[in-house]
Every structure is written in C-alpha cells, then in structure tokens.
C-alpha cells in the first residue's frame, strides 16, 4: 500500500493554517468524446490546494467546475496532466486503488445528498468510519459525535427519506467527515435548498474548515463561496482567476453601500 | 430621511432623538445609524413644508424637548408614499463604463477589469455574510435584528445578481 493510504490521520495532522501542499494538479486536461467529436472540458488546469485550505470553485455552466472536482477526486480518469495527492502521484491509479484512497482521505457531497435509502441515518455515517477504517467502537463515537453537532441525534434511527432535503444534506455531510478525511470534495452542496438550510450546512462547512478540514466546494453561490479563503474561477476550462477572498469595508455605511434606503 | 420620519411619527409624535432610537430598533445593525444632526435638521425642513409641527414640551429636571407632530398634509404625505410602487433596484453602469471603454483607452482589459470586480463583490458578500452571521447570533434585540437581516440578505441577493451579470460578460465579452 502506499505510504500516504497506509499513514494514519490524526486531528494534530490537521492545522487550523493552512500547511503544506495537499493537493496539487499539473497540467490536467479532460476530454469527453461526444456523437459529434471530442469536447474540451478541462484544458490545463494547475492547482494547488493545501492542507486546511479551503479553495471555491465559480464559473458559468459548461466552464468544467463539475468536471475538475470529479477528476481531482478520481471519480473520473484524467485524459492527461499529472494530479498529486500529498507526495503521491494518483492520476494514473486504477479505479480499485482511488476506491481506496478516497475511503480513507477524501470526502465527496453532492448537491443531491445521495444516502443509501434503505439504511437508517445513523448507519449511514457509522458504514462510512467503518469503510474509512474506524473500529466498531470509533465508528460509532465518530457517528455519535458529528449527528450530535448536527442537532441529528433524535433522528439517527430514521430512514433518509423521512428527513428534509436540509436535514439529509446535513447526514451527506456528516457521513463525508466521517472518516475525517483529508479533503472534503463538494459540488453545489447547497444547491438545492431553501436559505435557512443553506446556512445551517455552511455553518457546518465552516466549522470544520476552521478546525483545519481542507475542502474544494463547487458552487454558483456567491454567499457561500465567500466563505473560501480562494475563490478560483474557472472559464472554458481553464483558470481565469485564481484569488484570496479579502472582506470589503461596507462603506460608506455598511449596507447602504450595496442596498439603499431611500424615501 | 424624510419618509421615514414622518412615518414614524404617523404612529404617535415623538421629539427627534425619539425617532433616531426607533430608526435604530427597527433597523438594526444593518442600516448605519442614523445622525441626530441629520434628524433635526430634516424636522426643520418638514415643518417648514407644513409636513409636521412642533412645540416644546416643558421638563421639570431638564431642558424642554421640541415634540413634532404629523400635520393632514403629512399624514397624506405618507399615505401617498405607501401607495406608490418603489423604483426596482439600480443598474450599475460605473463598472459597464470601464468594461467597455476601459480597453479602448489602453489603460487595462476585460479579463483584468471582471476579475477585479469578481473579487470585489465576493469580498463584500464576506462582510455581509459577517454581518448576517452577528444579526443572527444576537438574538437579543430581536425585532430589529430581523429586520435588519432581511436588508442584509436583500443586500446579498443583489451582490448574486451582480456576480451573475458579471458571469455573463465575461461570457459574451471575451
């Protein structure tokens, strides 16, 4: 096994600024053959995230955002370019050794939560430590512990189903840290809810981001990539921008500045 | 300033310092605070329009207060202000100015100006977001709190709005 899947991940590893390079693509291009010919996705893409950074992802439909995140955590083959993963190079892996790699330090959520319906929500995030390499009796403490921050506790024996779209989207989450992964991967995982459950998730985003969780976040939502140290934006598959987000003075006064009263 | 303090004092006469307490409740930290030198002044002026009158009220253990009062004319004032349907919000040109003729001059070019701006807006939509957050937390004085998210999440639902735009010249534009 390799050195960075066989190393254990303790909390010290994880620093609240972010460390030294996690994640690092060079060159990465993805080609999708269509009917019609081939369709450019991805055209050279260099990336660096580091450890405990917390890097968004913004650009129109079609500028490859989907597609970079799907890559970066091996769910889809590179068609060329190198991607590395602390000092490992993955992007020649085989699908079975990036099953494994992403069990044990990379989390993924979606914007369609994506629960196994037919287990309970406890289960759900319990299956994932245990996958992720957790004893029995961790697997449930971890479960116990991030349903509990969620305020999920009342609703672990539940199915998915019978929790709001908020509700599940907030279990994705706590079963994509489940296995306190080294990197959190997440696509419009807002998406498709309603503004007090789009606070509740970032609040968790962001709560795990400051206790030193790296995470790359796709999103068309400027509220919440605001909330990134970076704000990387991609363009026809390539990188157009690539910024620390610095908060603005509200001036002259606060709000009035973007929404004005007036008589 | 004008319509709103004759608003409030539709609801019962107040003297100006009053109405800034009230500006500030209603509101809270999301609109600046208003500046009593601003209150008094605009008093003055409604009054001098016939919009609202005043008269001191004597205080045994302190200076007299100047209390106003809503006139007819102002109470119609602020009926017809209620009625009218509000402007929708701004376009922004500034910024449509130099995207178009900023290249034209030399000076700099469109990737550069979007992503300027791109950063710009997500640094207030930070701030907000701060803003929104200490709104939220501070639940004691509520009423105004509440209102006074709403205005910030106004605020950033027009910061979306304009990042979107932005999204779209770039599109179009380069």
Redesign the interface.
Known sequence: MSRLASRPLRLADRLIEPGPPLLRSVGLTKVFKTDGGVFHAIRGVDLQVRRGEFVAVM??SGSGKSTLLHVLGGLEPATSGEIWLDDQRVDALSQAKWAVLRRRHIGFVFQFFNLVSSMSVADNVEVAALIGGASRRGARARREELLGELGLTAKAQAAPAQLSGGEQQRVAVARALAHRPSLLLTDEPTGSLD?TNT?AVLRLLRRSHARGQAIILVTH???V???ADR?V?L?DGMI??D?A??????C???????????? | MRLPLLALLAKEPAHGYELKVRLEQMFGDAYPPPNIGQIYLTLQRLERSGLVHSEDVVQSDRPNKRVYELTPAGREAVATWAEEPSDGPRVRDYFFMKLVLGPLAGVTDRLSLINRQRRHYLGLMRSLSALAEEAEDDEGAAEGNKIGGLLIEGAMLHLQADLDWLERCQEELL
């Open positions: 650009g129109p503004s606070a939502d400027a509220r990539a605001s909330m704000v934006n363009f157009a921008d910024a987000v610095r908060p603005a003075p509200l002259p006064a606060t709000t009035s500045s973007v929404l004005e009263l007036r008589d």
